[in-house]
């Protein structure tokens, strides 16, 4: 589907990109949505359905802690940051991903 | 802890909810400023959410608790599995059913009467107090009644006890009704309910006034005789029970009822309908040679066994310098109360729950191999979850689940099943101590769901590793090889031949031992022989002249009735296991210090050796003369007198009670089993005395059959002794069959558990080799095809099967024949390596083998070869 501009994410690389996200901050679900389309120009879309239970399982697993304040608008929400385990954990996850996309452009430039 | 999950719950529901409410919220902010209308906002806002239940619905699926919900998943699925095969789900239901409910039911017997401590405060504290003549060599040392003197010396001088008493009972006649009714009271000495720590249910204890010599007259009846007398009336206390002196003319005595003791309370046994104080202070309670009471004592907490026991070593030891000529040769010995009620009905229990776990065990093994089977059918759904991505721990817990499923519904099954053993224990052992509390209770529910856990791992493990083992079986192509597998199944297979004989030799040893019992010849003839009790009282004894006629009034009145051949009475019932080996001297001729004699006596009365057709072989029987006579047995005149003949010397009793005891030899008996059938005939003096005490026995040679003429003995007995109840009558045959009912009933249940184990060790044998058979049939299809004859094929798989019943057989043999010690105390006439059995036990076995292994060697053999090759 190369017409399609939205990709789809590849599993496991969603959990990173919420870590790198909140490394900008504190966030809350909505917040980190809308940073995640932002920065990566509309491509990345991400469903609901995917973005809660990962920010929960990131949650279960100490990578991430949560607290209920008041939003921009004023409404409660969940906020998010990273835990020390999460940063960690982020810098692992960001070498095994470098090393993975420098050796599929090896694949890709080779093949060609 | 549930309302805590559940509130946990809600919390978290209602968090998801505000969390994703945000997001919508925002969302819609977001559109109304790009200028929509809020109405058109909110749906847009939706639409790009998406469905909200359903993130809720995964956010839930992230917190649950990974056991409980996959075990809750594979519950699912093992139900489902369960229904998909019904039979095979079935055949293992029943197996463990069977397996566990025997399990729980002997075990509700093991914990009614072994386990649970005895129903009185601290048990731990009574002990009974035995005193022993220590001079005495007998192999069985008389354990004699302790005086009154020497009770309250004992509880005054020890440190070691709170208190300690002492009772003995007699058996009384009501005679408030129009009949006399035979009661058993218990007399008992000072501190009786304080030493075991209860109250009267309803009323008082004794008080000290009631203790004392001339004191008021009083009693405590049991809750059952309340009941039944008197319609469990609140307004007993204060009433009257008139024991009847049973001396003819004689007023009865009127005894106030001053309490009423609790039904849970069974002491001295379950049949005591009432307690009296024996004051301590009567004058006829002063000798020390007066002998009354086996004595219980409370212990002070803390104090150990041991050193209360050196405790009234030292009391006594002081008694015997204080009083040489009574108490120079006591010893006293200390035995815990639960000892002494439990008694030896330990043992036999120990065996049957040893048997019942060693069945389930089996059952388990079974079982195992079934499922082991089962596994092979299994592997492809195995590896499909292997590929999915399930780590072995998944599917080994999903196996698990499956098996304890079953597993809980055969324990459910087997707990109906212990709930009707229970009943089944008080009807066949109504002798058995503490039998009544034996019932289905949340310890028992306990047992068996820890037996459905046990159950589980030992039926599951080995098939569940196995199973998980090939993780790539995927790439096999369907034709299951099942070389490299048999092992195992043959191993299991092994194990229950081998259990099942452990169990058929301990049966078979028991079997053959009753059969010995069978056929022993007791040496007195039991058959047509009605045996009862009349009512007598110590108090008699003052008057032994008066006693003496009417006991031989009454017997002669017996002896009128139609149908009745011989009538005696007796101290105590040939045939059934009873005290006293009494030290004797011979009177004539010079005795050898060194050469004790050691007798079984026994008081009989003329008549008795043509009630029990002893025959006499010199001399006379037991006549009615005014001078003291015995009668030896053959053994004691065999082993006292050798050469010379004992006729006509005197034998006398040494002295131990102020009675003294002596008697001519008049007559020489054979030898009868009168010690009990299972004990060879011993020295025996029969003491030739129509004196009726308390506990003593008519006996009846009737002509009829015995027991009508039960009423007819009544009535003559009432006609000439009004105030005496007629009471505890039975053909002798029932009693001496009672006397085995415990021997029977472990020799039954463990038969029973043997042929159930060689069923299940068949049915074992018989489905691994069918499965192997059919798993073999390409095998076997393409030998055949290659021309290798049917008989061949027919004896490989029978040798096979036989190899396996074969050394499953030798270990079963080891192993029982190191266990068989524990069946040691409770064989009669077979050794405990009895060649017999055990060469009986390897014959069944393998004749079972064989039985089992035949059906599928020859399905084997009859494997078409040409459709075999063609199926694959």
């Known amino acids: ?32 949505s809308q940073r995640l389309r932002q920065i990566s120009k509309d491509v990345l879309q991400v469903q609901q359905g995917s973005l809660y239970p990962a920010l929960h399982r990131l949650e279960k697993r100490g990578w991430l802690e949560s607290a209920w304040r008041q939003a921009e608008s004023g409404r409660q929400a969940k906020f998010y940051k990273l835990s020390a385990k999460g940063r960690k954990q982020l810098a692992h996850e960001e070498f095994t991903w470098q090393r993975i996309a420098r050796a599929i452009y090896l694949v890709l430039q080779t093949v060609e | 802890m549930g309302l805590k999950f559940r509130k946990r719950k809600e ?4 968090e998801f909810d505000r969390e994703l409410r945000f997001h919508i919220d925002e969302l ?39 056991v409980i919900e996959s075990f809750g998943k594979n519950l699912n699925f093992a139900l489902r599995l369960m229904v998909k095969s019904p039979l095979f789900s079935a055949a293992i239901i029943l197996t463990l059913a069977l397996g566990v409910g025997a399990n729980s039911a002997v075990f509700s017997a093991l914990d009614a009467v072994l386990l649970r401590p005895l129903p009185f405060p601290h048990p731990a504290e009574l002990v009974m107090v035995r005193q022993y003549n220590s001079a005495n060599q007998s192999p069985s040392p008389f354990v004699a009644p302790v005086a009154p003197v020497r009770l309250e010396d004992w509880n005054r001088m020890s440190s070691a006890f709170q208190a300690i008493t002492g009772y003995y ?18 007399f008992v000495a000072p501190r009786f309910l304080q030493v075991w720590g209860v109250a009267p249910e309803l009323g008082r204890d004794f008080s000290p006034a009631e203790e004392r010599f001339g ?32 001396v003819a003319g004689h007023r009865s005595a009127a005894y106030t009822i001053i309490g009423v003791i609790s039904s ?44 209360a026991a050196a405790d009234v070593a030292r009391v006594q030891a002081e008694l015997g310098r204080e009083f040489p000529k009574t108490d120079a040769d006591l010893s006293v010995t200390l035995v815990p109360a639960k000892e002494v009620i439990v008694g030896e009905s330990r043992a036999s229990l120990w065996i049957l729950f040893g048997s019942v776990t060693l069945l389930l065990l089996l059952a388990c093994t079974n079982i195992a191999a079934l499922l082991l089977a089962r596994m092979t059918d299994r592997e492809h759904e195995i590896s499909v979850r292997f590929s999915l991505g399930a780590s072995r721990t998944t599917v080994m817990w999903q196996l698990l689940t499956e098996i304890f499923v079953l597993a809980l519904f055969g324990s459910l099954a087997g707990l109906a099943l212990a709930a009707g053993a229970a009943k089944l224990f008080r009807t066949f052992t109504p002798n058995l101590p503490r039998v009544e509390r034996i019932s289905l209770d949340w310890r028992i529910v306990c047992y068996s769901l820890v037996c459905a856990l046990v159950v589980t791992f030992l039926c ?66 039991p058959g047509h022989v009605l045996t009862l009790q009349i009512s007598e009282s110590y108090g008699e004894t003052a008057d032994m002249k008066a006693l003496t006629e009417r006991s031989k009034h009454i017997l002669d009145a017996i002896r009128t009735i139609p149908g009745v051949e011989a009538a005696a009475n007796l101290s105590s019932l040939p045939g059934l296991p009873g005290q006293s080996q009494t030290e004797l001297k011979i009177l004539e001729g010079e005795q050898d210090p060194n050469r004790k004699i050691f007798a079984d006596s026994r008081f009989v009365s003329p008549g008795y050796f043509d009630v029990m057709r002893i025959p006499v072989l010199a001399g006379e029987p037991c006549q009615e003369t005014t001078r003291p006579t015995v009668v030896v047995n053959r053994t004691f005149a065999n082993t006292y007198f050798g050469e010379t003949t004992a006729i006509r010397h005197h034998i006398a009793r040494l002295q131990t009670s102020q009675f003294s005891l002596a008697g001519e030899i008049q007559g020489v008996a054979a030898d009868s089993r009168e010690q009990g059938l299972n004990t ?13 005490f308390p506990g003593t026995y008519y006996a009846l040679r009737t002509r009829v059959a015995p027991m009508t003429l039960a009423d007819t003995v009544r009535r003559i007995v009432h006609s000439i002794e009004p105030n005496r109840s007629v009471f505890d009558i039975q053909p002798l045959t029932q009693r001496l069959s009672d006397s085995f009912a415990e021997d029977r009933l472990r020799t039954t249940l463990l038969s029973l558990f043997a042929v159930t184990a060689v069923s299940l060790a068949c049915l074992g044998i018989y489905a691994t080799l069918s499965y192997f058979v059919s798993m073999r049939r390409r095998e076997v299809g393409l030998r055949l095809a290659l021309g290798a004859s049917r008989q061949n094929i027919a004896l490989r798989f029978l040798l096979q099967g036989l190899r396996v019943s074969a050394i499953g057989c030798v270990a079963g043999l080891g192993l029982a024949a190191a266990s068989v010690r524990v069946l040691s105390g409770m064989l009669y006439g077979v050794s405990r390596f009895d060649p017999a059995t055990f060469g009986g036990v390897v014959a069944l076995v393998l004749a079972i083998g064989c039985l089992a292994t035949v059906l599928p060697a020859i399905r084997a053999a009859r494997t078409p070869p040409m459709n075999v090759l063609r199926e694959q």
């Open chain 1, 1 to 32: 589907m190369p017409s399609d501009t939205k990709s789809d994410l590849l599993q496991g690389t969603l959990d990173l990109l919420i870590l790198k996200v909140l490394t900008l901050g504190p966030n809350h679900g909505y917040g980190i």
């Open chain 2, 11 to 14: 919390a978290l529901e209602q």
């Open chain 2, 28 to 66: 819609t902010d977001k559109n109304i400023a790009s200028g929509m209308s809020r109405n058109e906002a909110h749906r847009q806002a939706m639409a790009e959410f998406g469905a909200k239940e359903r993130v809720a619905e995964q956010l839930r699926e992230v917190h649950q608790i990974p």
């Open chain 2, 169 to 186: 009972t007699e058996n009384e006649s009501e005679t408030s009704g129009p009949v006399p009714e035979k009661l058993t009271e218990a």
């Open chain 2, 215 to 246: 004191g008021p007259s009083v009693v405590l009846i049991s809750e059952r005789f309340w009941r039944r007398r008197f319609n469990a009336d609140v307004n007993v206390i204060g009433k009257s029970l008139h024991f009847g002196s049973p």
């Open chain 2, 264 to 307: 849970s309370f069974l002491f001295p046994n379950r049949d005591v309908d009432a307690w009296s104080p024996v004051p301590k202070d009567a004058p006829y309670a002063q000798s020390r040679e007066n002998t009354w009471y086996t004595c219980f004592g409370r212990l002070k907490p803390g104090v150990q066994l041991e050193q």
């Open chain 2, 460 to 525: 599951g493990l080995l098939p569940g590793l196995r199973g998980t083992r090939g993780r790539l079986a995927l790439a096999n192509d369907g034709r299951t090889q099942v070389s490299g597998k048999s092992p195992a199944q043959w191993i299991l297979v092994g194990a229950q031949v081998a259990l099942a004989v452990i169990l058929l030799v301990g049966a078979g040893l028991l079997q053959r031992s009753l059969q010995e019992l069978a056929r022993v010849s007791p040496g007195f003839d």
């Open chain 2, 680 to 692: 060879e005939p011993m020295p025996t003096v029969y003491w030739c005395s129509s004196v009726a």
